[in-house]
């Protein structure tokens, strides 16, 4: 079945650090990925997303782009500031449209 | 568009109590969607709903789990004989169309706390 690997954390940087989360997954036919970000106390909300190999999602200065061939959708930003701490998702959606498979999180804490 | 509501927000019931959480989706989005979530993990699909039909079950979906959405509106999952393994933050979502690339918008949460 679908599967999401995501780097274990949690991840510490200083605030201006460049910031890499990896991610890798393993699916048949063509999902659709995304990033999602869950603030202390609040919902998970969609980040980015690519729904075809090659494809770069952006939002708030994050970037992953769909690696069909490294079956990758890494997450970076140059910059992270402090209100960037958070629980980052990789997660995909396969044919039918129906469930989200998602992987175990990655916590960031950005430090002043 | 109010965003997705689930309710209650925080839910402590006792082994054996029955329980019943309610999310009410984004006006107009056919799809809604249960997930639970685990504390260190990401949310883990539970089952779906296309208006008022239910899709597709996990098999971590029980025979003392049940969801419903009669209307094609809200949503109700119910828990029967609650196990202290049920304890977890319940997700709902829902999206607007049946289509691989679209956003599936999350309400917060319930956190069921079993005893």
């Known amino acids: 079945g679908d599967s999401v690997t995501q780097m274990e954390g949690p991840v510490t940087l200083s605030e201006e650090a460049f910031l890499t989360i990896n991610c890798t997954y393993t699916a048949t036919g063509y999902p659709s990925l995304f990033w999602y970000v869950q603030y202390p106390g609040e919902g998970l909300q969609l980040l980015l997303k690519a729904t075809k190999a090659d494809d770069k999602g952006s939002n708030k200065g994050f970037e992953a782009t769909y690696r069909k061939e490294t079956t990758s959708f890494h997450l970076e930003k140059g910059s992270v500031q402090v209100s960037d701490s958070a629980v980052y998702f990789c997660a995909l959606r396969n044919t039918n449209a129906g469930k989200s498979t998602f992987g175990d999180g990655t916590t960031l804490t950005v430090k002043p | 568009d109010t965003g997705v509501s689930q309710n209650p927000r925080h839910k402590i019931t006792k082994r054996g109590q029955n329980v019943t959480f309610r999310c009410d989706p984004i006006s107009e989005h056919n799809r809604l969607y249960w997930y639970r979530q685990t504390l260190g993990q990401g949310p883990e699909f539970l089952t779906y709903?296309?208006?008022?039909?239910?899709?597709?079950k996990s098999r971590l979906l029980s025979d003392r789990f049940s969801a419903e959405r009669p209307k094609g509106s809200f949503s109700t999952l119910e828990i029967q004989r609650t196990e202290q393994g049920d304890s977890a933050m319940y997700l709902c979502?829902?999206?607007?169309?049946?289509?691989?690339?679209?956003?599936?918008?999350f309400g917060p949460g319930t956190r069921l706390l079993v005893l």
């Open positions: 979502a829902s999206s607007p169309l049946p289509a691989v690339e679209e956003t599936q918008y």
């Open positions: 709903f296309q208006n008022e039909a239910q899709l597709e």
